[in-house]
């Protein structure tokens, strides 16, 4: 038995051009089912996903990540899994696929989050391939941006409800029963620089035990301040139901930061489940009867 889900981000998907990205998680899914189906884990099949996402340079994660006020990609990444591993990183510049070097960190180190130029260094080190330059689209949507922001006075405002969005994860469980979670952004728009999000917090931004694995995307100011994921591992500990377990917390998280978050997760005995509170939410999956892909809208 092997599962996967998928998401391209919680937001509001409407206005915008849901084709492309729904072409592009389907990619992903197909990567990461690839890697299931031919018996490789659980770790592998999230970290190829998010990976292809992250390379598709249309989402908010490696090549097409959002810049921060300076103009510059500073990137956050997390994996975890089953069986205790886990590695994130933040604030960095350098790696392509900045999940490549968060799975590095799980797995070849006893730390848990390495930051900035360190991180930097160390994805040269270890021989991690290098981004490319930023692409037109991203640098005309900056300045697009900064000017929006200026016209309108905005300066002084906080934007961490207007400029986050499209971030991407990834949950799997593997025929061995292995489980894992993989998340990577390049975090809000106009962000200040040295901002770190949800993303490389364990227990915000993503989490995994031998039972259970999920992520977040949204705001992550409102998903750290709400632990989110250990909050959903709560209460799957306490209930045993996946469902229930990202319904919950993201129903309570709404009352008070309404349209903040969305949740993926996956349990050892195959059940999966996706949710949000905002408008909308691209998402992928593979529930053991069919695959997939679609725009999820209103689900709490
Ligand atoms: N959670 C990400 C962050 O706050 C953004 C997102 O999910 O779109 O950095």
Not at 68 to 76: C, H, L, Y
Request: include cysteine; glycine fraction near 12%.
């Amino acid at each position: 038995m092997y599962r996967i889900v998928i998401h391209g981000g919680a937001g509001n998907w409407s206005e915008r051009n849901v084709e492309a990205a729904l072409k592009s998680i389907g990619e992903a899914l197909e990567k990461g089912l690839d890697i299931l189906r031919r018996g490789g884990t659980a770790g592998e099949a999230v970290v190829e996903a998010v990976a292809t996402m992250e390379d598709s340079g249309y989402f908010n994660a490696g090549i097409g990540s959002s810049l921060n006020i300076e103009g510059v990609r500073e990137m956050d990444a997390g994996y975890a899994d089953s069986e205790g591993n886990i590695g994130a990183v933040s604030g960095v510049r350098r790696p392509k696929n900045p999940i490549r070097l968060a799975y590095w960190v799980a797995r070849e180190t006893d730390h848990v989050l390495l930051t900035g130029e360190g991180a930097d260094r160390i994805s040269a080190w270890i021989g991690l391939e290098e981004i490319g330059e930023i692409p037109e689209h991203v640098l005309r949507r900056y300045q697009d941006l900064v000017i929006q922001r200026r016209v309108i006075g905005e300066r002084n405002k906080r934007v961490v409800e207007t400029y986050y969005g499209d971030t991407v994860g990834a949950v799997a469980l593997d025929k061995y029963g292995n489980l894992a979670t993989a998340v990577s952004t390049g975090g809000l728009w106009l962000k200040l620089t040295g901002r770190v999000g949800d993303t490389p917090i364990y227990g915000a931004g993503f989490i995994a035990n031998r039972y259970y694995a999920a992520n977040a995307t949204g705001i992550g100011e409102y998903i750290v301040e709400s632990l989110l994921c250990r909050r959903a591992l709560e209460e799957y500990m306490e209930v045993g139901d996946v469902y229930r377990s990202i319904q919950i917390p993201l129903k309570e998280l709404g009352l008070r930061r309404p349209s903040s978050a969305g949740l993926i997760a996956v349990d050892r005995f195959g059940n999966i489940a996706y949710g949000h509170n905002t408008p909308s939410m691209v998402v992928a999956y593979y529930d053991g009867r069919r695959v997939k892909t679609l725009l999820s809208r209103n689900s709490i």
